[in-house]
């Protein structure tokens, strides 16, 4: 055999590498040209290769910080939350949440132009609240938010001095943080538009918006350091799911040809559902359309064409007036829909939550119901039912009661009520999905005479949370009259174990009255509220205010099936208010 020398060796080793080098960078080349669907992904997150859209996938759940850094006072708890502790991102960290979005308005805390320099103990205590979370392990979002609508909407006609501030507050935020890691990620604004409504975008619109992304883009990437591969998130217009947005959006991100994008839209349900308004008591047929339609528009424009999404709010709009606003069971089914159909479109969620939710100082779920249904949504279905409200009737002969369930692939294993298990057979039956309570058990657990509720039963299932059903024993509501003044105008109401579900309000002249005036139902929380506490039906001062002197027919439709006319007439600030 030819000996080969050192120097010979080194050679050939040398142009070997070369060969293959060139071959893989050649394939490489090739399997690019073929692809059809935008730029390449990619992303080195702390030193490690990852696609966006592992890194979104791992983003997943998150939980935002709202009304608190975003609050438009001089303080974080100037909108009603607590100072933020490094214990409470330890605590969110142990519900399981994998990221956390810090939304924040620099408005207050930015001085005067041309520098627009921010407060720096204000941009000290962001970078606190970012490095807690960092610590707890956290990916970490943090943003320009209330500023959209405090100054940024305004661009349209002040162009130059609007582009001026935001390209400021990001030349800022960006020199502050590019050293943090890639688990931090900015986000260019919250919801933007340029104007006071929330309507359909322009053209011009559209342009202001590819504008600031563009531009804060650019100053992320030219501070150097980590922010060269940072992850950016943009968003569409208003952060909505409209086609329009999203294709424009989709124009934005393969414009900058940057593989460290992710897209984000926000989503809060069918509006007549989300804030129970137009007789949108129920999680239907169009309130579900509505949504499959939004995540099917985002993952066929952006996550399907290689964009991650992330979902950066979600929730129901009636809960900035109370959690309460939507019937609970209703509720719970559009959480469980949702969540696992943003799993199917593999769409990152993150909660939006203002001090709703998680209580910030005893770090306990107001609703440990939505909870569990948002912890399941990330591992399966969860099942559910048609409704969670069994009426029995007050002096009326009890029948046996049918529930359609939703058993989404899972199996009922078992139901029990205070702890004792129920009699499968004797107790109820079940047929396919359909549940049934025999009347002889509902008699037995309605025979106290109590009106309300008398049991909540507990069915149990092989996977996923419990679905309580509540039994309440009724009788006709009885509303009285009443005089009184419109701003604290309410209805001595008897409830008698119903539940109000929503009111209808029409002049008697003809004509809808009162606030949304192309509806009949008024919007359950802003217009009107129960108060079963108090015996009384509230009608708000925002109903009075859109309501005209003269007589108004209001129905109240009660969860039981039961409709409650009663009248009420106007004038000025006096009303009159007559029971049929």
Known sequence: MKTVNKKSRLSIFLIATLLVALFSTSMSAAAKGNESNGPERGNHS??????????????????????TLDATGEDETSWGNPRVTKELIHQIAAQGYKSIRIPITWQQRMGNAPAYKIDPAFMDRVEEVVDWSLDEGLYVMIN???????????????????????????????ERFKNHSNK??????????????????????????????????QIVRDSGANNAERPIVLPTYATSGTQAGLDELYKTITKLNDPNLIATIHYYGYWPFSVN???????????????????DRAYNTLVAKGIPVVLGEFGLLGFDKNIGTIEQGEKLK?????????????ITQMLWDNGQHFNRTTYKWSDTELFNILNMGLKG?????????IYVKKDEAVQDTSVALNLNGNQLTGIESNGKKLNKGDDYTLDGDVLTFKASFLSKVTDSGQLGENAVLTAQFNKGPDWRFHVLRY????????????????????????????MEAEYTTGGYAGPQSWTAFKEFGYAFTPSYD?????????????????????????????????????????ITGIAS
């Open 46 to 67: 702390g030193g490690s290769q990852q696609t966006m859209q592992q890194y979104a996938e791992a983003m997943q759940p998150g939980w935002n910080l709202g009304n």
């Open 184 to 217: 931090l990620m900015f986000e260019s604004i919250n919801e933007p538009r340029f104007n006071d409504g929330w309507g359909d975008a322009t053209t011009a619109d559209f342009a202001l918006l590819d504008e600031l992304n563009t531009s804060m883009h």
């Open 534 to 574: 108090t015996n009384e039906i509230k009608l708000l001062p925002a109903f009075f205010n859109e309501v005209n002197d003269g007589q108004v027919n209001l129905k109240f439709h009660f969860w039981s099936g039961n409709v409650i006319t009663y009248t009420i007439t106007k004038s000025g600030t006096s």
């Open 144 to 174: 320009m938010h209330h500023d959209s609508w405090l100054w940024v909407k305004t661009m349209g006609t002040d162009h130059d001095g609007v582009l001026a501030r935001y390209n400021a507050g990001w030349t800022q935020i960006a």
């Open 475 to 502: 009788n006709t509501p009885v509303l009285y009259s009443y005089n009184g003044i419109a701003s604290t105008f309410s209805i001595p109401t008897s409830f008698n174990g119903d539940r109000l579900a929503t």
């Open 381 to 389: 279905r969860s099942s559910t039912a048609a409704s969670d409200l």
């Open 277 to 295: 308004v137009a007789g949108g008591t129920r999680f239907d047929d169009n309130a579900k359309n509505d949504l499959t339609q939004t995540f």
């Open 334 to 346: 559009y959480f469980e829909f949702l969540t696992s159909y943003l799993k199917e479109k593999k």
